[in-house]
């Protein structure tokens, strides 16, 4: 077989691309999946994800606040919110 699988990564040469890998499609699925985002977290790591789901919370909390201080929607974050925030996120996953 032409798969090579390192550290849960799977490399594919060009002549298998068009294989069917039933195994890859079911870790597509295991899990829990984010209903608002689609990221997917293993069983074990419930706790991630309550603190994924407190953070999308979060998100929709701030952006309602800001909704009724200003008079025109913000139609992006500040570079240093959307930084700041996408730290904690990634911190949430990696621990």
Same mark, same amino acid.
């Given at each position: 077989?032409?798969?090579?699988m390192? !550290? !849960?990564?799977?490399?594919?040469?060009?002549?298998?691309i068009?294989r #069917?890998?039933?195994?890859? &499609?079911?870790?597509?699925?295991?899990? &829990?999946?984010?209903?608002?985002?689609?990221? *997917? +977290? @293993?069983? $074990?790591?419930? %706790?991630?994800?309550?603190?994924?789901? %407190?953070?999308? +919370? #979060?998100?929709? #909390? #701030? $952006? @309602? $606040? $800001?909704?009724?201080?200003?008079? !025109? *929607?913000?139609?992006?974050y500040?570079?240093?919110?959307? +930084?700041?925030?996408?730290?904690? +996120?990634?911190?949430? &996953?990696?621990?």
């Amino acid at each position: 077989m032409h798969m090579h699988m390192q !550290n !849960n990564y799977v490399t594919l040469l060009a002549c298998c691309i068009g294989r #069917r890998y039933p195994g890859a &499609i079911q870790q597509l699925y295991v899990g &829990i999946g984010c209903s608002s985002c689609g990221l *997917r +977290f @293993k069983s $074990e790591t419930a %706790d991630k994800y309550t603190e994924h789901l %407190d953070w999308h +919370f #979060r998100q929709n #909390r #701030r $952006e @309602k $606040e $800001e909704l009724k201080v200003a008079k !025109n *929607r913000q139609w992006y974050y500040g570079i240093v919110v959307c +930084f700041a925030e996408f730290l904690v +996120f990634l911190l949430l &996953i990696v621990w």
